[in-house]
């Protein structure tokens, strides 16, 4: 499969145990934070959204966290499962509607 | 799948030479947005098109440029390719310019040889 980058952070769980990624963003004017997830050789896929004006936002198994204060964001995926493991990268639209990326952080799924 | 198409999947050519990359947005998108992917870099943003419009550049080189069509896709074009432009080029949509979640197609993986 394809690779979307050579030195990326990796973070090894078992299945059935939660995983928290985290990102760090850079311009304490972005106002909207999304996380996507990219498997090998497919495009990003979105997973969730937070606004600014929040500090958690829930899905299906996962839960985005915002600390303003300190300019992080954070993924937990509750009971990862092997269909999970993939590369997943914050994104920060400070512009009106220009993404900027994180580096992406590998989450492997050991069964 | 996200709704957005891109052709070709794959696309190998020589340098000096010029390609064009396709993206349909999902239905009822305006806005379409390209990235490219490399190795090195990271996703980077490179231009976004709303409504036939370019609303913003990122960073993308002068040998680079896209257009949208009245019929929305839109096309991305590179010329005079050097091997450094080989990478995954992605195309999202998204309903409007502002802050609004992006989705990407498969992307367009060029090898410049």
């Known amino acids: 499969g394809e690779s979307v980058g050579l030195h990326l952070p990796t973070l090894s769980v078992q299945e059935g145990d939660n995983s928290i990624i985290n990102c760090a963003y850079s311009n304490s004017a972005s106002d909207y934070f999304i996380w996507y997830k990219q498997e090998s050789g497919k495009g990003p896929q979105f997973i969730i959204d937070?606004?600014?004006?929040?500090d958690k936002r829930q899905g299906q198994r996962v839960t985005v966290l915002l600390n303003k204060t300190v300019k992080h964001l954070s993924l937990q995926i509750a009971a990862t499962q092997p269909g999970d493991s993939a590369v997943y990268f914050c994104a920060e639209n400070n512009a009106g509607n220009m993404l900027t990326f994180g580096g992406g952080t590998r989450l492997m799924v050991k069964p | 799948d996200s709704g957005v198409t891109q052709t070709p999947k794959h696309l190998i050519t020589a340098t000096g030479q010029r390609v064009t990359l396709r993206c349909s947005p999902r239905?009822?998108?305006?806005?379409v947005y390209w990235y490219q992917q490399s190795l090195d870099q990271g996703l980077q943003f490179l231009i976004q098109y709303y409504n036939g419009e370019e609303r913003a550049k990122g960073n993308i080189l002068e040998r680079f440029s896209a257009q949208q069509f009245p019929d929305l896709h839109s096309e991305l074009n590179l010329s005079s390719l050097e091997l450094g432009d080989s990478a995954l080029y992605f195309c999202a949509s998204s309903p409007m310019t502002d802050a609004d979640t992006q989705y990407f197609g498969p992307g367009t993986r060029l090898t410049v040889l």
């Open positions: 937070i606004r600014s004006n929040m």
């Open positions: 239905s009822g998108d305006l806005s």
